[in-house]
């Protein structure tokens, strides 16, 4: 095994470009061959990074962390600004796609798998015979909207691996600090009333210091918080769907429509019937 830092050790890498033109956040998908017996020195990057094994074996390591193993049937998730290193245990293809943050309000839950909840690696089984049928789909497309038929592909795979996982069920213990869980049990139950004794549960910790971290990372108190996101959810239902203010009311948790128009009106100064007219 040679130790190479990671500088050098990139002409060693053959890569295979399939699309630089993406669907925003992702970035680029490509097929990279690696050699065997190499082992990198620590690295990071500025961006998140999704990989899998076709052949072969490669561990990654998170400086301070566990190897983990990378070969076919797994996928790897690498957040930005992490150290990290890798080691080949022999000739390797891997499928890599880099790409943005997701976030929760624009991509919902796959935050979770690749964007602002994630702190460090992590990697998870997944159908061999999936992630192959992918890679070939990809390699099979020659249509001229291939950035757009790729990226359709890959947001559908990361769906599939998110519910094979048991992040939705909240047993999965790496998700998050406290409030990352508490912003993702918020997201999850915005068709409802919760309280705050209920979220500092689910975060794990008291309802003084959960509120205390709420105020510095977001202003606010996570009740304050709750209410803004239930807002915002109202006006893009009221903005761009076809239900009734009384479907929306009761899909957010409102058992009448004028509690919830109350609500909207308490919250930003505007009626339901006002927002919808500025469609």
């Known amino acids: 095994m040679?130790?190479?830092?990671?500088?050098?050790?990139?002409?060693?890498i053959k890569t295979h470009v399939h699309s630089q033109t993406l669907i925003y956040p992702l970035s680029t998908m490509m097929m990279a061959e690696y050699p065997a017996s190499i082992e990198t020195s620590f690295h990071k990057y500025q961006f998140y990074h999704v990989l899998w094994a076709r052949s072969g074996e490669i561990h990654?390591?998170?400086?301070?962390?566990?190897?983990?193993?990378?070969?076919?049937?797994?996928?790897?998730?690498?957040?930005?600004?992490i150290e990290y290193r890798w080691k080949t245990i022999n000739n390797s293809v891997l499928f890599q796609c880099h790409h943005s943050g997701f976030n929760m309000r624009e991509h919902s839950y796959l935050c979770m798998l690749s964007g602002s909840f994630q702190r460090h690696m992590r990697i998870f089984s997944f159908s061999h015979e999936r992630l192959e049928q992918f890679c070939d789909d990809l390699e099979s497309c020659d249509l001229d909207e291939k950035g757009v038929i790729y990226s359709g592909?890959?947001?559908?795979l990361l769906g599939h691996v998110l519910h094979s996982s048991d992040i939705l069920s909240g047993k999965d213990e790496l998700s998050a600090p406290a409030v990352?869980?508490?912003?993702?049990?918020?997201?999850r139950h915005l068709d409802r009333?919760?309280?705050?004794?209920?979220?500092?549960?689910?975060a794990g910790m008291g309802v003084s210091r959960l509120s205390e971290l709420f105020r510095a990372?977001?202003?606010?108190?996570?009740?304050?918080y709750f209410a803004k996101r239930k807002l915002e959810k109202a006006e893009t239902l009221l903005?761009?769907?076809?239900?009734?203010?009384?479907?929306?009311?009761?899909?957010?948790?409102?058992?009448?429509?004028?509690?919830?128009?109350?609500?909207?009106?308490?919250?930003?100064?505007?009626?339901?019937?006002?927002?919808?007219?500025?469609?």
Do not use: H, W
């Open 60 to 81: 990654f390591q998170e400086k301070d962390g566990e190897y983990l193993k990378c070969l076919p049937g797994k996928i790897l998730f690498i957040p930005p600004d």
């Open 2 to 12: 040679r130790t190479v830092a990671y500088e050098s050790v990139l002409p060693l």
């Open 153 to 156: 592909f890959f947001l559908a």
């Open 193 to 202: 009333s919760i309280s705050l004794s209920e979220l500092s549960k689910y």
């Open 217 to 224: 990372e977001f202003s606010c108190s996570p009740m304050q």
């Open 180 to 187: 990352d869980r508490a912003v993702f049990y918020m997201e």
């Open 239 to 279: 903005a761009a769907s076809t239900l009734s203010i009384s479907e929306i009311a009761e899909s957010l948790g409102f058992t009448r429509p004028n509690y919830f128009s109350r609500f909207i009106k308490k919250q930003c100064g505007k009626s339901p019937v006002e927002i919808r007219n500025q469609r």
